[in-house]
């Protein structure tokens, strides 16, 4: 029983992670960013290729791939979003752009790093572990828990209180006002996606330090329940994304204990769809501020 | 001058005789469809060794005389869709004599039919489900043994040897062969008299099995038997010791390779797994194609053994078909073949065109499996 809450609440950090990044692009600024999961997959073989090759420490590793992951944002912001800013139904057509760069990344890592699962060498993070009663929990799965809530204050913080995240509002709210406003929209969205990517990334890293199996599909996996934890958390809100996570990660482990886990997807989208029902706009999602 | 034309003559036909059999070093061409990419990578990647190496040896050895054995590799993705394609290339553009594979029994359920259709031989050589290949029809055979064949025989000799009494199974059920896995790890225990506590599955892309193998835990079972593919072998042979669970885990067919103790570490130590290549073998064959595998730089596993059994036996149903390497010559030799020496041990065909040989049980151990005599 305390084993499995440790369990989904260690699962759910993992989804809360992935949707953190995925949510200020994508529940902010209303972009859907399909390459998201494509730069959690290279962050994580960016920093196992840091460690194994260069044997840099995971602590000098870590900080270099998530900074790698944060231009790989800025990247896909100028080549799958910027040209096409401005047409009609931009949105769409950079969703469609955004899977194309997806399936770019996952090329390269399948040229570069090959097909197989790959792993981080043994002891790149210490093996401890903490028994509380019968239960056992890692360290790592610790930290990665600690860093899925710190990172949704950081967040938070970041989207009410600082200049950046007043600007990236006003953009949300109207690209148009913004820049008559004199923000530089432009460079607020390749911020966000800078932001966004940097997360993303150090979500793949965390990922694979804690499962230590890295392959060129691994962000497929956790890509649609991302998208579910968005949704449900409500679309933007940074404690919506960690609270919706953890429901999903301690609900499908419960599913797999009571039900056995050949229930354990119908039961956590059922849930999704009876919270859409109930709740439309998600768990935390504010109600609509104006009338399109 | 009559002597000396017909002499002309006679010498005439001679060197018209042997310009053909010299021409006529007919290239027999075989297609290998493996999984070289995809999930089942690990597979087709020494799969190809050990095709290559044999098909190298036979045509250096001359044994087949007037035969000459081409190899083309391609890769099915280890995917239903691209094996498809991969057979139909095979067999409509490349027109191969004979196909080796498919990599998976997944895949294999899905492009089998093809070749039997266009009455193309295939060869199975990693294939272990026990339904859904052979009894396709007459053109499909294989090599490989079947998890019914294996995993019995394994888990009578791991009982004699831990004596245990209840067990937990965790398999894929979204793959045809870690199911066929499961059915006959159930019937095997339920025939050994094991009680079986609980069952949990996963499907093919998961990296968490924490819960399952909590729920698996918690239920205090004797041994842990694991039915999946290598990647998600490894990861949850960690799991399961990070957990805290300190009991044996046997695992069916999938375990089966070097990679699977590479990416598990130490967490593979002790892990029990079923074999149908004793690689302790003293028998010669066996010795010579472990050594001319490291001649090469590779650590041979039982894939690459049964891959290389798939050419040698080939090799042998040309020549007892009298050293005609067409489709139909192919099928007719693979019926004759019978206790042909290899690396996996004496082979035959059962009735049901599957492989008949000796399965065994070994242990991860130092980083290696050993065979547990």
């Known amino acids: 029983m305390g084993q499995q809450v440790i369990n989904g609440l260690f699962l759910g950090s993992i989804y809360a992670l992935f949707a953190l990044g995925y949510t200020l692009v994508f529940g902010v600024l209303d972009m859907l960013n399909l390459a998201h999961q494509a730069v959690f997959m290279?962050?994580?073989?960016?920093?196992?290729?840091?460690?194994?090759?260069?044997?840099?420490?995971?602590?000098v590793a870590f900080p270099v791939s998530v900074a790698a992951a944060g231009l790989l944002g800025v990247v896909i912001e100028r080549v799958a979003f910027r040209p096409l800013r401005g047409r009609t139904s931009s949105n769409i057509s950079g969703l469609i752009s955004s899977l194309a760069v997806a399936t770019i990344f996952e090329s390269i890592a399948l040229g570069v790093w090959g097909p197989d699962v790959s792993r981080f060498p043994f002891h790149t993070v210490p093996e401890r572990q903490l028994h509380l009663g019968g239960a056992v929990i890692q360290e790592l799965?610790?930290?990665?828990?600690g860093v899925?809530?710190?990172?949704?204050?950081?967040?938070t913080v970041l989207l009410r209180r600082t200049h950046l995240g007043r600007q990236i509002r006003a953009v949300a709210e109207s690209g148009l006002a913004a820049r008559v406003l004199g923000v530089d929209v432009d460079r607020v969205i390749a911020a966000s996606f800078f932001i966004s990517s940097a997360l993303g990334g150090a979500a793949g890293v965390l990922f694979g330090l804690a499962f230590n199996s890295i392959s060129p599909d691994v962000g497929r996996s956790v890509e649609l329940k991302g998208l579910a934890v968005i949704i449900v958390g409500g679309m933007g809100s940074m404690p919506g994304a960690v609270a919706a996570g953890f429901a999903l990660g301690l609900l499908e482990v419960f599913t797999v204990a009571r039900f056995g886990s050949s229930y354990r997807d119908a039961v956590s989208f059922a849930a999704l769809f009876v919270v859409l029902l109930a709740r439309p706009r998600g768990l935390f999602g504010a109600a609509p501020s104006r009338v399109a | 001058m009559r002597v000396a034309r017909r002499?002309?003559?006679l010498a005439a036909a001679l060197a018209f005789v042997g310009s053909t059999s010299a021409s006529a070093a007919e290239t027999v061409k075989i297609g290998a469809a493996l999984?070289?990419?995809?999930?089942?990578?690990?597979?087709?990647?020494?799969?190809?060794?050990?095709i290559l190496l044999a098909a190298d040896e036979i045509n250096r050895s001359g044994e087949l005389s007037g035969v000459k054995l081409e190899v083309l590799v391609e890769d099915d993705g280890s995917s239903k869709e691209q094996g498809i394609n991969v057979f139909q290339r095979f067999i409509n553009?490349?027109?191969?004599?004979?196909?080796?594979?498919?990599?998976?029994?997944?895949?294999?359920?899905?492009a089998d039919p093809l070749a039997q259709a266009a009455r193309v031989p295939v060869l199975a050589v990693s294939n272990t489900s026990p339904k859904g290949i052979t009894d396709i029809g007459n053109y499909i055979w294989r090599v490989s043994l079947t998890e019914q064949q294996v995993i019995p025989g394994a888990l009578r000799r791991a009982k004699d040897r831990l004596d245990f009494k209840t067990a937990a199974v965790l398999f894929g059920n979204d793959d045809v062969f870690t199911k066929a896995g499961y059915d006959v790890m159930k019937k095997a225990l339920d025939d050994l008299g094991v009680k079986t506590l609980g069952t949990q599955t996963f499907a093919k892309p998961d990296r968490d099995y924490n819960a399952q193998l909590t729920a698996l835990k918690a239920l205090g079972p004797d041994i842990l038997l694991v039915s999946a593919l290598a990647d998600n072998a490894s990861a949850i042979a960690i799991q399961a010791r990070q957990l805290g669970y300190k009991g044996p885990i046997m695992g069916g067919n999938g375990f089966n390779s070097p990679a699977f103790i590479k990416n598990a570490g130490t967490a593979a130590e002790g892990v029990l797994v079923g074999t149908s290549w004793n690689s302790a073998s003293p028998d010669l064959s066996n010795q010579r194609f472990i050594a001319a595998m490291r001649a090469k730089g590779v650590d041979p596993d039982q894939f690459a053994a049964q891959a290389y059994t798939g050419v040698y036996v080939i090799a042998e149903a040309i020549k007892l078909a009298g050293n005609k390497g067409g489709r139909g010559d192919i099928v007719a030799g693979?019926?004759?073949?019978?206790?042909?020496?290899?690396?996996?041990?004496?082979?035959?065909?059962?009735?049901?065109?599957?492989?008949?040989?000796?399965p065994a049980l070994q242990e991860a151990k130092g980083g290696k499996f050993v065979i547990v005599q």
Do not use: W
């Open chain 2, 334 to 358: 693979l019926a004759k073949v019978k206790d042909l020496p290899t690396p996996l041990g004496r082979f035959s065909f059962t009735a049901s065109r599957d492989g008949q040989h000796e």
């Open chain 2, 7 to 9: 002499q002309l003559a």
């Open chain 1, 141 to 145: 799965q610790l930290v990665i828990i």
């Open chain 1, 148 to 155: 899925s809530v710190v990172m949704m204050v950081a967040l």
């Open chain 2, 35 to 50: 999984s070289t990419t995809g999930a089942a990578a690990v597979y087709g990647a020494t799969q190809r060794n050990g």
């Open chain 2, 93 to 110: 553009r490349d027109r191969v004599s004979v196909i080796l594979g498919p990599t998976l029994s997944t895949t294999a359920t899905a």
């Open chain 1, 42 to 59: 290279l962050c994580a073989f960016v920093a196992l290729s840091l460690v194994g090759f260069l044997h840099l420490h995971i602590l």
